[in-house]
């Protein structure tokens, strides 16, 4: 959090440090008015985009995604997250665009291994599934959503003990 906290734009430090805050402690229902009183700035944007995909709201948050990938360029995470709000909202052929992009840009990102994992889950394709959730991992071994979602495909294929050792971690 004090490493985030310092990299944010100094004209919107308070709103936003106050609703980083709520949201490293698991209020993101609390945080979302915080983050929508909150100026506009890309950190505004991207964390008020993820807290709407933590809790379900994925066509909400990509617009505020998308309005944090303008102000940033290129970006990995940022890329990631929209694309994942994309699919959970829906709009998988927009988001297959998005994730070829960030394959050809972000090879060796985590979270671009997640969402192309994401996708081929989405799409009924588990064994791509498991193979983009396994390459995050390798990439970076504590990638909470690639373990969770790759733990929860070994489920759904009836491995339970792969699924298990997973959810452990």
Known sequence: ?????????????AEVRRALALWVLWKVEDAV???????????RSYFLGVSLLDLGKASDAV??????????????????????AELKS????????RIEKLRKKFA??????????LEADLTGYRSGAIEAYEAALKLEPEHARSMFRLAY?????????????????
Do not use: C, M, W
């Open 33 to 43: 008015p915080v983050f929508q009183a909150a100026r506009a700035s890309k950190e």
């Open 153 to 169: 495909t070994y489920d759904l294929l009836g491995d339970d003990d792969a699924a298990f050792e997973l959810y452990e971690q």
């Open 90 to 97: 829906g709009n998988i052929e927009g988001a297959s665009t």
């Open 108 to 117: 060796e990102s985590a979270d671009v291994k997640y969402v192309e994992g």
């Open 1 to 13: 959090f004090a490493g985030v906290a310092k990299r944010l734009s100094s004209e919107n430090k």
């Open 63 to 84: 617009q505020h995604l998308k309005d944090a990938l303008e102000a940033e360029g290129d970006n990995a995470l940022i890329g990631a997250a929209l694309a994942e």
